[in-house]
C-alpha cells in the first residue's frame, strides 16, 4: 500500500491558504484512496478527493537562528556564536484542488522524519507528480 498512515495520520501545521485556520495550527492529516482529510480535535476541517488534486508542492525554509544564539550568548559567548551558524529547516508541502465548485490550496508545516512520506501518499493517491517550489522562479 501507499506510505499514507491512514490509522493514526501525520501531525502538521496547518501554514495557510483557503481553510478557516489561523497559521500555526496543529491538525491531523489523513490520507487514503479517496480522500485527503485534515482534522483538528475530532472535528473534520475538509475532506478534498483525491481525484481533484490538481497540485502537489514541496519546499523548505531556512533560516538561521538568531533568537536562539542570542539567548544563549548571555549564558555563554561561545555557544551563543556558534548557535548562530547553525540551521533550521522547516519542511513545507502544499496541496490545491479543483473540485467543480470547490476549489482552494493550502501549505503545511511537516516533521522532518515525515514529510516525505507525506509527500509520497499524496503521490501516491493523486497520480501528481510533486513539485520542489525551491527551484520555481516567478517572472512578472
Not at 501554514?15 to 495550527?25: C, F, R, Y
Not at 514541496?58 to 559567548?77: C, E, K, N, T, W
Not at 533550521?88 to 508545516?109: I, P
Request: proline content about 1%; glycine content about 12%.
Amino acid at each position: 500500500m501507499f506510505a499514507a498512515d491512514t490509522q493514526n495520520g501525520y501531525n502538521v501545521a496547518y501554514d495557510g491558504g483557503s481553510l478557516s485556520l489561523k497559521a500555526g495550527v496543529g491538525v491531523k492529516l489523513y490520507v487514503d484512496n479517496k480522500n485527503v482529510r485534515l482534522v483538528k480535535d475530532k472535528t473534520e476541517i475538509a475532506t478534498i478527493p483525491v481525484s481533484a488534486i490538481t497540485e502537489i508542492t514541496y519546499g523548505q525554509d531556512v533560516h538561521r537562528r538568531v533568537g536562539a544564539a542570542i539567548g544563549l550568548a548571555f549564558v555563554s559567548l561561545g555557544v551563543g556564536g556558534l548557535m548562530a551558524l547553525t540551521k533550521s529547516k522547516k519542511h513545507y508541502v502544499g496541496l490545491t484542488w479543483d473540485d467543480g465548485d470547490q476549489k482552494g490550496g493550502f501549505a503545511m508545516q511537516c516533521d522532518k522524519n515525515e514529510y516525505r512520506g507525506i509527500l509520497e501518499a499524496l503521490q501516491g493517491v493523486s497520480g501528481k507528480k510533486a513539485v520542489n517550489s525551491d527551484a520555481m522562479t516567478v517572472k512578472n
